[in-house]
């Protein structure tokens, strides 16, 4: 049977660059029962606060219905506004000459700022590794992304001052709190230097914070936007996102976007352009739930089964491999980020992995230029502590046999 031949689109010199992500292609893989999956960020369903979310609707749809089905505010439904300014101003961050933008989920919040910022060949510079749909957010808009080694401080922010760079960068774009994919937290001597830099120089500093709600060891810092209001220029070259799909559900599709006003006003007309508005109906549902109280008891037991699962990843990991993987445990967030000292090609052993019922994803989706092949991400958040001891002993079987071969 002849099949017809695939029209010839002309596509857009970045949509047909675009690549797939290599995170969302393993959610089909992951999605067999058999296959225990390391590989995906996403947040652990059980965990859910389904109760807390259906009372938050029903007291929307019996309370306020007009107000949910309408359409709404581009720059977000004044309750949820409400709510998100007073959480962001509990963590020490005013909103005197700033704005908050709701976003139909962080990754909105960037295609904003890349729309609002970029043109073809600027530079942004992030992690490296970095954040997978952040690469393919600022690759879309034409941009070059430039990366940041990081090390135990997370990104080495001091590099700014000696990177060979093809022109001034445009953006600063970090994950600070527990990257995605490294894990790493920028310390606060860094976090410092930076805002110091981006004001002396001028260039505006994105920090994207979806983490900082899952911290389970250590000590808390201070987010870039709060501190850069004690330096000297700081406050005017620094923005913040952050979203509700790690603290509530990732369904509600809700993050926001803080910005100086100036730049805010302008992302209010560019995502008007987009899509006038993030949906009313999810947002009161959202602004309900904050107001409930549910939040920080849902949180604290969120905290307590990732922080039982982090250990257990951690140790069956030692106790399987050994010296053969290195891998720094975090103190929060959904990550651990490894590398085999042995040179294991980690693309390859995807393969094998997936044979023996198990998946993780290969370190090389995360980097714009060359990359190591002896990397990956593993997620714990998932899974149980047995079926990730389960897991990295599948992640074993499939390397031994990669090396028997």
């Known amino acids: ?96 000459a700033r704005s908050l933008l709701v976003t139909t989920g962080s990754q909105q919040a960037l295609d904003i700022v890349a729309r609002l910022l970029l043109d073809e060949g600027d530079v942004v510079v992030m992690q490296r590794p970095g954040y997978l749909a952040a690469l393919q957010t600022f690759s879309l808009a034409g941009a070059r992304c430039i990366g940041l080694e990081e090390d135990e401080e997370g990104a080495r922010v001091e590099e700014l001052e000696t990177l060979q760079l093809p022109r001034k960068p445009k953006l600063i774009y970090l994950v600070t709190p527990f990257a995605n994919p490294s894990g790493a937290t920028l310390s606060l001597r860094r976090r410092r230097w930076l805002l110091q830099w981006a004001a002396r120089n001028e260039v505006l500093v994105l920090e994207d914070d979806p983490y900082g709600v899952l911290r389970t060891e250590g000590q808390e810092l201070p987010g870039l936007a709060a501190l850069a209001q004690d330096i000297p220029g700081a406050r005017d070259w620094c923005g913040r996102t952050s979203t509700l799909s790690k603290a509530v559900a990732p369904g509600l599709r809700l993050g926001w976007l803080i910005l100086p006003q100036p730049l805010a006003e302008a992302a209010a007309r560019v995502k008007q352009a987009m899509d006038l508005h993030t949906p009313s109906f999810t947002q009161e549902i959202a602004a309900r739930y904050l107001d409930s109280g549910r939040l920080e008891p849902h949180l604290a037991r969120v905290r307590a089964a990732y922080r039982e699962r982090c250990r257990a990843l951690c140790a069956a990991l030692r106790a399987a491999f050994g010296a053969a993987l290195e891998f720094h445990e975090p103190e929060g967030g959904m990550f651990v980020w490894a590398r085999f000292t042995d040179g294991t090609d980690t693309r390859a052993l995807l393969s094998l992995a997936l044979e023996q019922g198990m998946a993780f994803v290969p370190g090389d989706a995360f980097y714009a230029d060359a990359a190591p092949r002896d990397r990956l991400r593993l997620s714990f958040t998932t899974e149980t502590p047995d079926r990730l001891r389960e897991g990295v002993a599948r992640l074993r079987a499939a390397w031994a046999a990669m090396h028997r071969g």
């Open 1 to 96: 049977m002849s099949h017809p031949t695939a029209p010839a689109y002309a596509l857009s010199t970045h949509a047909a660059s675009l690549r797939s992500s290599d995170v969302r292609e393993l959610l089909r893989a992951a999605q067999q029962a058999r296959v225990i999956s390391l590989a995906g960020g996403l947040p652990a369903a059980e965990l859910f606060d389904v109760e807390g979310v259906r009372a938050a609707t029903q007291a929307v749809l019996e309370q306020s219905p007009a107000a949910a089905l309408q359409y709404g505010l581009t720059e977000g439904q004044p309750a949820l506004r409400a709510a998100l300014e007073a959480r962001e101003r509990a963590t020490g961050l005013s909103l005197a």
